[in-house]
């Protein structure tokens, strides 16, 4: 009866934060983006579809009810990618440690940043060129996320593995010394995998409440006169409202003794309109991915091999000649697991057959200490 009644109590939450969507008017359409690009090159590799199966630090990430599954008393993940032939930087960093058998905590840290952009409205005063007056400056995002996982107790089940867990996250944008924000938002997410049957399924609910980014701007005179002159427009304070996002996921896993298989499918569903995605409505839209990956052991389920790959990012494109085409965005990856070590590289958009550009990513994992179990 325990059970149940936080079941309802999660679903009512949701349902609630879904329909108060309607009077959110003043919500921003791809607000805090930098925060759906995916952490992990496990994940990354196998087209963002974890959310069922996650067990490890990127739980933090993925979906906070998965960080009951690390193994170590602590366990720390890296990573960093170039996007933009080298123009953006994207650095990941956690940690996640278990106070007792059926709890967890972790804290991420992400940075999506441009460094070195160039300040230029100053390069012109009084008809006079003087590139000692040119300065550069960084756009950057921060995300500090902290998670909390525990399980869910089922009496009635010894094969089902029930756990819930949620994150508090504080957001950071600053653009150079021209206006920066801070925003606050959470996230909860449940998982349930059957050990038996080798099915998982999970959901998370991101910016549950909304999550709310306080622009400020702090222009000089001189700035806005040079965007009067120059016909740009004047930023000015405001509010950004980020609406919340469900991700809906199944996976199945098969375990022998020499191999495993794990395939899962992922459905987004954003509620901030229409979106370029394979369904689309005034209301919400859907996102659907899918991801699989084949692990060889070499020595039991201490050294494994990975190889990975995915699809995801479905999109409708207009070609030149006026016709429609479906794209969409692969990627395939690999890793390497030895002990409570984890090495994993990904590659995404093989042969840039759509629109959106490719990228190298490594992630290491490192548990510390014994296993809880």
Partial sequence: MQIKMKLFQVTLIILLFLGSRASAQNATKYSNEFLQIGVGARALGMGNCVVATTRDVTSGYWNPAGLVGVKENLQVSLMHASYFAGIANYDYGSFATKPNENSAIGLSVIRF???????????????????????????????????????????????????????????????????????????????????????????????????????NYTLSQSTKDIYTQTGNKIPVNTLEITLPRFIAAAAKTFNKEKYLITVEGNMDITTDGKRNV????????????????????????????????????????????????????????????????????????IGNVSAALYTNVISLKLGINKTTN
Avoid: C
């Fill in 113 to 215: 940043g441009v460094d070195g952009i160039l300040n230029t409205t100053d390069l012109i005063r009084n008809g006079e060129v003087d590139y000692s007056r040119v300065t550069t400056f960084s756009a950057v995002d921060y995300a500090f996320i902290g998670s909390y996982a525990q399980n869910i107790r089922l009496k009635r089940s010894r094969n089902n593995k029930l756990s819930w867990g949620t994150n508090a996250k504080v957001i950071h944008r600053k653009v150079g010394q021209f206006g920066s924000a801070w925003g606050f938002g959470f996230d909860v997410g449940l998982q349930m995998i059957n050990e038996k049957n080798g099915w998982s399924y999970g959901l998370t609910g991101r910016d549950i409440t909304s999550t709310f980014n306080n622009w």
């Fill in 278 to 349: 394979l369904v689309r409505t005034n209301f919400i839209s859907l996102d659907p991915h899918v991801g699989g990956e084949f692990g060889y052991k070499i020595k039991g389920d201490n050294t494994v091999l990975y190889f990975r790959t995915g699809i995801n990012n479905i999109q409708s494109e207009i070609l030149k000649n006026g016709k429609k085409s479906l794209t969409l965005v692969p990627s395939i990856g690999v890793g390497f697991n030895i002990g409570k070590f984890t090495l994993d590289y990904a590659f995404t958009d």
